[in-house]
């Protein structure tokens, strides 16, 4: 591919089952092991039910992290990546650096890439041009080495890492203009003469500046070393010198502070950023990390070129399913089981429907077309939503496939079907210290064709007890249910494994009559018995979706 990318998210759909999950899991070790540079990472649109919990924690998975938006972020943006300078850096040197790097704006950071501030080219310019702060040098804390750097010379006597006194800075051009103007502690810059640099020692000044490569004798040398003066000498003339020595200043004393500051996390949305750029004066924004380090910085200009997010949809199609702003981001595959639905793409992708019973049986196979090992771990997530998405091979939805599929999973992870399916779904049933809502979304898709839109819920029981418990805990809830998920109609699907049926509940305008008219049965009490019903996909949302296509033909 020739545009740039940064990574591949592989994510399933909201509210998120086994499947989805694991197959987001699977599908980013597989693309991973094929040895692109393009790092491929899962994702999940939603919280973990239950079950999907249990077999990450069965197989040693963390949960994948949360991807709640597809909308570009400024890190998405061709922002700047830069190192913040030390806040003990020159002005000078910091000038030099812009200049260098065709730069207005420097960061200031610490150690631990901490943002600390940042200074600009006007701050410098504006301390440059301050010509009657005499006493810049020691109010900042400036360190004699930044005025031996600055002057490009050499420290005769003194401590490089000492900061330079606090008196003011003029100019010695002899003992007679000197008498009034030099007091203790001051910094005086002079030229080669002897009298001249005696005279600024004994007046009590506390670094003498010798210009213009002038010799130092060693009686001022002694004379200096006796009371504590500190001696620079430098190339520079006295003008030169005279006009840059302030420039020694650190960044620090003149920076922008960083609760000052403006910036943006990597993390921050586009838009946001956007609308913030556009609010202020300031042309520059540095940019941290997620652990709020500072990594760079974004200017206007920046925000032209953005790298959509490039994403691959398993275990869904609908855009209804799907993670929000989906527009927004380039859709590279989608691999499914489900029916064709309402995803669009920008451009051409990868498109793996097969009518099978769960998306790691596609999975599967193309594990086995790229001549990939699948190791123990990945497989038992794969034989996993291979096991709930079939209800252990007993789904109208399973195939030859999914069972040829499972079993051979099964053996490469070493667990034995039957017992670790019962656990599995007993772990996704149980209802101890689960809310109403927890249970209602655990596994919950929202369908729409055309005027046709309504939410189907599933959960799957292996007793009666559990199913029963499950009814009438959720039951109750549907109305807030499909208010929160802003619905017209939601029907849940209660079934039981070991006996291949289930019972429906439902809320909204004509969902009983739909029902009746779908599963040709007569629901009593809220409730309905659906013998052999197992597969929401196969079974009931198409069924529904006829019914309620029917019931709304006849209300015109």
């Known amino acids: 591919m020739s545009e740039y990318i940064r990574k591949v998210y592989i994510t399933g759909h909201l509210h998120p089952d086994t499947d989805s999950i694991c197959a987001a899991l699977s599908y980013a070790y597989l693309k991973n092991q094929l040895g692109e540079d393009t790092p491929y990472e899962a994702r999940r649109a939603g919280s973990l039910n239950r079950e999907t919990q249990f077999v990450l924690d069965h197989f040693g998975f ?112 002899s003992p007679e203009m000197m008498q009034d103007h030099v007091h203790e502690g001051d910094v005086v810059l002079t030229t080669n003469r002897i009298e001249t640099q005696r005279f600024a020692v004994l007046s009590g000044a506390k670094c003498l500046v010798v210009c213009k490569g002038a010799k130092v004798s060693d009686e001022v040398l002694s004379l200096a070393g006796e009371v504590g003066c500190a001696i620079v000498a430098t190339p520079l003339d006295t003008y030169e010198a005279a006009r840059v020595i302030s420039m020694a200043v650190p960044v620090r004393a003149q920076m922008l502070p960083a609760e000052k500051i403006v910036s943006f996390n990597v993390d921050t949305p586009l838009s946001e950023a956007q609308k913030t750029i556009a609010q202020t004066r300031h042309r520059f924004f540095p940019v941290l990390n997620e652990d709020g380090k500072f990594v760079g910085s974004v200017t206007p200009p920046n925000l032209l070129d953005v790298s959509p997010k490039h994403v691959i949809l398993v275990d869904h199609n609908e855009k209804s399913q799907a993670v929000r702003d989906l527009d927004d981001a380039v859709i590279m595959e989608i691999i499914d089981h489900h029916r064709i639905g309402s995803v669009e793409t920008t451009s051409p992708a990868v498109f793996r429907a097969e009518p ?159 029902v009746r008219r779908a599963f040709n049965v007569e629901p009593e009490g809220g409730i309905a018995d659906l013998p052999g019903v197992v597969s929401r996909k196969k079974q009931v949302v198409p069924a529904i979706m006829t019914a309620m296509a029917s019931v709304l033909e006849e209300r015109g």
């Open 62 to 173: 963390d949960e994948p992290p949360l991807l709640v938006s597809v909308a570009p972020q400024v890190k998405d943006l061709a922002y700047q990546r830069l190192n913040g300078i030390d806040g003990e850096t020159s002005l000078y040197d910091a000038w030099k650096l812009m200049g260098e790097n065709n730069l207005d704006t420097l960061c200031i950071a610490d150690e631990d890439r901490n943002l600390q501030g940042l200074i600009a080219l006007k701050d410098i310019a504006q301390a440059n041009l301050n010509i009657f702060d005499k006493t810049i040098l020691g109010a900042s804390g400036t360190t004699y080495k930044n005025v031996v750097t600055t002057l490009q010379g050499t420290l005769l006597q003194g401590c490089l890492d000492c900061t330079m006194p606090e008196g003011r800075i003029s100019v010695g051009t």
């Open 356 to 514: 099978v019973g769960c998306t790691c049986t596609i999975l599967y196979s193309i594990f086995q077309e790229k001549g990939i090992e699948i190791p123990a771990n990945i497989a038992g997530l794969m034989m996993s939503a291979i096991l709930s998405d079939t209800l252990c091979f007993r789904s109208p939805t399973c195939t030859p496939r999914d069972k040829h599929a499972g079993e051979q999973l099964a053996r490469i992870c070493g667990e034995d079907i039957e017992e670790y399916a019962d656990a599995m779904f007993d772990a996704g049933a149980a209802l101890d210290g689960r809310t109403a809502e927890d249970v209602f979304h655990q596994d919950f898709k929202v369908f729409s064709r055309g005027d046709v839109k309504f939410g189907v819920g599933q959960g799957s029981f292996m007793t009666e007890n559990s199913r029963k418990a499950a009814e009438g805990l959720v039951g109750p809830y549907l109305p807030e249910g499909a208010k929160d998920d802003d619905l017209p109609v939601v029907f849940y699907l209660f079934t039981d494994v070991k006996t291949s049926s289930s019972e429906i509940m439902w809320t909204g305008e004509d969902a009983e009559e739909v």
